[in-house]
T-cell receptor, first 111, second 115 residues
């Protein structure tokens, strides 16, 4: 019940394309859903986060779509750039308790 | 958001020895966490470091192996004790301020290799 399932495991997108990463959760008590971006040799950095009272949140080229009834949320990266090549993790938590992380998606944006 | 200084950034240690990793934050934070990340893998929470009390450990992690200290609201240490090659991993400190807009911040990690 604590799991967050993430897909795909890896993704290759052409420059300018849309990258889409999906996550699904089981615990309906989760109420905070962040996405993290991690470059090699660095710690994860918060990219964008959403609470379940909204269905979508956009920050620049990054958008979270949230479907409460389906217990799913996704990250969309518009106009993907080579600099977006990184590993992306979704996560979930109840309030500000511990984060439960997805398995990660390695994104490669080809020039 | 908080800025984390984690030391050392990497180390190579002999099996059977111990390594203490430091996490220093530039502001007082409510929550501090320690994670382990195998190369190419996701993050696994080791424990929550509580200020003024014992850490809360996740299933599979024990205090004797991973003792944690948190003497104040800006500092914590994680010790990896009696190391074996299986302990080779990246260890990350994370902090939370309790504010939704700040989320959780991570340090750059300590890459540990046990030989």
């Amino acid at each position: 019940q604590q799991q967050v399932k993430q897909s795909p495991q890896s993704l290759i997108v052409q420059k300018g394309g849309i990258s889409i990463i999906n996550c699904a959760y089981e615990n309906t008590a989760f109420d905070y859903f962040p996405w993290y971006q991690q470059f090699p040799g660095k710690g994860p950095a918060l990219l964008i986060a959403i609470r379940p009272d909204v269905s979508e949140k956009k920050e620049g080229r990054f958008t979270i779509s949230f479907n409460k009834s389906a217990k799913q949320f996704s990250l969309h990266i518009m106009d993907s750039q080579p600099g977006d090549s990184a590993t992306y993790f979704c996560a979930a938590s109840k309030g500000f308790q511990k984060l439960v992380f997805g398995t990660g998606t390695r994104l490669l944006v080809s020039p | 958001s908080a800025v984390i200084s984690q030391k050392p950034s990497r180390d190579i240690c002999q099996r059977g020895t111990s390594l203490t990793i430091q996490c220093q934050v530039d502001s007082q934070v409510t929550m501090m966490f320690w994670y382990r990340q195998q190369p190419g893998q996701s993050l696994t929470l080791i424990a929550t470091a509580n200020q003024g009390s014992e850490a809360t450990y996740e299933s599979g992690f024990v205090i004797d192996k991973f003792p944690i200290s948190r003497p104040n609201l800006t500092f914590s240490t994680l010790t990896v004790s009696n190391m074996s090659p299986e302990d080779s991993s990246i260890y990350l400190c994370s902090v939370g301020t309790g504010r939704v807009d700040y989320g959780y911040t991570f340090g750059s990690g300590t890459r540990l290799t046990v030989v």
